[in-house]
């Protein structure tokens, strides 16, 4: 055993599924011998090659379409995006030529877009989104964002080995606070599978990824007043696993919804729907969202903090509806 | 201004080296005839309004099977909306579906991969009309679908509606050739319209930095919909951009197959030779509207409309074949009149078929496997379906 940090994880996975299936490679900016922004290809380059470890040019939307030919000829192609929010650039190439083409014509698109992302570093309006609503609302694909080592790496794995294209979520600010002692072996994570972090009885949390950690920091703090939060880590947003969501709503009674993206349409007005549509008769009090103002995060990093949805607005939220 | 100096003829092209092989003058003969009998059949539905819409690709068909013919078996193709031709090349047994045109030892050892060439013209009249027997069973329009069948040595994408996004889906083709350390090419089709799109650029960018064995053809029959090549573009020819990707580039005359053809021939002996990406601009008339009906034609200046009509590919590639002694009056009679009754007999055939079955509209999105297991698993209710 080992201790694992969350950027650790992506990397093994990479490695693993890279040394499992020849069919698996790797498209991104300087992810070769730099290994990535993010170190996350470190060592891949050297151990598989320039035509599995590729350095495209400052590109996204044509490395995407790219990508997307390869797959289609039965390579798994894995596509890095410096950033999460460079991948408005393939916006096209995305939810109008991966997305669909299973749909129309059947054929399987295997192919994997990681996206370094969220905010906490004082990194502005363009190095800190969270775009991930923007992907749920297409259909044909699957939208994940783990919140653990342990899930990163399975998550990645079983992303790979999925016929279907999926956007993988990886928050930066996890890559090196996150650590886990991880055994060896092909651990993976199913897609479309949510996971109860922590078991409660009064208030249920829905959430992900690094608002996922804020969360359970809440819940510790309203155990403290003698309030039992359950929270739920999504894990994988589309599809949804509406099983786990919707008991733990009709135990508890109550949701909060936490995401780090905008409100305003984010996934947590989706998943608002869904539990007062399936859970009318058993709630008792509103569904409740802690999110992002609707504004673009501001850089300096004092701006930034005071709209992040943390533990503290979390902890608040909590204590209100747990009053109903 | 520019415009007009652009509208005169093309450029000449480089020098032919060989006199195109038979074999292939019969097959490409019969081809572009297939082509353009299809256009006829459809554009005559458009006309009195049996279907909403055409895209015809008469003037096309010399630039799209002059290029699709010099590729073999599993080299790939990317088409866009006026490359019926070049779909025909790939998918069609010649041999078989008109045996009455071929002699012996016109079948390549390709068409022995082929499967039923009438059952393929079947489906592919149906996925025109929407129907259950077409390749997509109704969700998607003409010619957006693709069939990549290795066992049958085609490897085709279909388009989508946005053009120029399928520019890196064929780099990408191409890219996984490079991986396999194969000698297989891919060849792209673009109208001179969506070369100004940014795919356009990233795509032929990548193809210079990792030399892709890709070529693409730009269809350049002067117009996108209204907007003419002074509106569209600033240099002098398209191929004039290639050098500044670092690929090889050259503009040809789309009315001369055999220029076409060999221009493609050297295009292909590059890609496979690993010396990277062709960009081939092919000038073509204008020889109909954007879509039928839909007023564009009429844009054209009278004369100029005139010009391109008598520039006819076609008609020019059959007086070439009886200048040298390739066919006479009778045959290319015979040709024209064999393809136009396949064409009517798949036709007639697509309309009597059915529509396709209801459940199509809601049939997965994901290809199975879990993340299709967890789709399915959703309420009906808060999916929609
Ligand atoms: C990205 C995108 N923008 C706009 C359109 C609408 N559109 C359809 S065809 C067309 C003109 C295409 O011109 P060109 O590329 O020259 O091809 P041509 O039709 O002349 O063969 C336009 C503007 C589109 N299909 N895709
Ligand atoms: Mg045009």
């Known amino acids: 055993m080992a201790e694992t940090t969350y950027i650790d994880a992506i990397r093994r996975a990479l490695g693993e599924e890279m040394d499992r299936d020849a069919a698996v490679f790797l498209m991104g900016q300087d992810i070769a011998a730099f290994g990535g922004a993010f170190r996350a290809s ?74 370094p992302f969220g905010g906490g ?13 923007w992907f749920a ?28 294209p999926v956007i993988y979520l990886e928050h930066r600010f996890l890559y090196r606070r996150e650590k886990e002692d991880l055994p060896e072996g092909d651990l993976l994570t199913p897609l479309g599978r949510a996971h109860v972090a922590r078991e409660g009885r009064d208030v249920t949390i829905l959430s992900w990824s690094w608002t996922l ?46 995401h780090e993206a905008t409100i305003t349409a984010g996934f947590g007005a989706e998943l608002a729907a869904r539990v007062a549509d399936q859970c009318f008769e058993w709630l008792d009090g509103p569904v409740r969202r802690v999110a992002y103002a609707d504004r673009p995060s501001p850089y300096n990093k004092k701006l930034e903090l005071s709209l992040l949805p943390g533990r503290e607005r979390i902890t608040a939220a909590l204590r209100k509806l747990a009053r109903y | 201004m520019a415009a007009a100096k652009r509208s005169k003829p093309p450029p000449p092209n480089n020098p032919v080296p060989v006199a195109t092989d038979p074999r292939v003058l019969r097959r490409a003969h019969f081809l572009m005839r297939l082509s353009r009998a299809w256009d006829a059949r459809f554009e005559a539905m458009a006309r009195v309004g049996r279907i909403g819409r055409w895209y015809s690709a008469v003037g096309n068909e010399c630039t799209t099977v002059g290029t699709a013919l010099a590729l073999g078996a599993n080299d790939a193709i990317s088409t866009v909306h006026r490359d019926l031709g070049a779909v025909l090349t790939t998918y069609l047994d010649p041999t078989r579906l008109a045996p009455a045109l071929f002699e ?30 077409g390749f997509t069973r109704g969700v998607d329009r003409s010619f957006h679908y693709g069939l990549v069948r290795p066992d049958w040595g085609i490897r085709h994408v279909g ?38 799109q940014g795919d356009f650029h990233e795509a032929l960018n990548l193809a210079g930095v990792m030399k892709l064995p890709l070529i693409l053809v730009v269809e350049n029959n002067r117009y996108a919909f209204s907007t003419p090549l002074s509106e569209q573009f600033a240099c002098e020819k398209l191929s004039d951009r290639a050098p500044g990707y670092g690929i090889a580039g050259e503009t040809i005359d789309g009315l001369d197959f055999d220029a076409v053809h060999a221009a493609m021939n050297r295009a292909v002996a590059r890609a496979r030779a690993g010396e990277g990406a062709t960009l081939l601009e092919c000038m073509l008339p204008r020889m109909r509207g954007h879509a039928e009906g839909d007023g564009s034609y009429e844009l054209i200046p009278p ?40 064409i009517e007999d798949a036709v007639e055939r697509a309309l009597l078929t059915e529509e396709p079955a209801l459940t199509e509209a809601t049939r997965p999105v994901f290809a199975p496997g879990e993340v299709a297991t967890a789709f399915a698993r959703q309420s009906t209710e808060v999916t929609g379906g």
């Open chain 1, 42 to 115: 470190k060592g891949l380059f050297e151990k598989h090659g320039r035509l599995r470890v590729i350095n495209t040019p400052l590109m996204e939307s044509g490395a995407i379409g790219a990508a997307l030919g390869a797959a289609l000829v039965g390579k798994r192609p894995v596509l890095e995006m410096q950033f999460a929010d460079f991948v408005s650039c393939g916006f096209n190439q995305i939810v109008n030529n991966v997305a669909k083409t299973y749909y129309r014509w059947e054929a399987p698109v295997p192919m994997v877009i990681r996206l």
């Open chain 1, 121 to 133: 570093a004082g990194a502005g309006p363009f190095h800190s989104q969270s775009p991930e609503a």
């Open chain 1, 137 to 164: 609302h297409t259909p044909g694909l699957c939208v994940v964002a783990p919140s653990t080592p342990r899930d990163a790496l399975g998550m990645l794995k079983a992303a790979i080995r999925d016929p279907n």
């Open chain 1, 213 to 258: 950690h804020e969360s359970l920091a809440a819940a510790e703090e309203l155990a403290k007043e003698g309030v039992s939060v359950e929270v739920i880590d999504l894990r994988t947003l589309s599809p949804l696993d509406e099983e786990t969501i919707f008991a733990s709503v009709r135990k508890t009674s109550k949701v909060l919804i936490v």
């Open chain 2, 104 to 133: 012996d030892g016109d079948a390549t050892p390709w068409d022995a991969l082929r499967p039923s060439p009438q059952s393929l013209l079947d489906q592919l009249a149906s996925q025109v009309f929407g129907r259950r027997g």
């Open chain 2, 159 to 196: 388009m989508i509606s946005h053009l120029g996004s399928m520019i890196p889906v064929a780099a990408g083709l191409a890219l996984a050739n490079l991986q396999d350390g194969n000698d297989r090419a891919v060849l792209g089709f673009i109208g001179e319209g969506a070369t100004s």
């Open chain 2, 303 to 342: 004369a100029e409309r005139e010009a391109y009509l008598r520039q006819d590919p076609l008609v020019r590639f059959e007086a070439s074949l009886i200048e040298r002694g390739h066919a006479d009056v009778e045959r290319i009679r015979e040709v024209t009149e064999i393809a136009r009754g396949i």
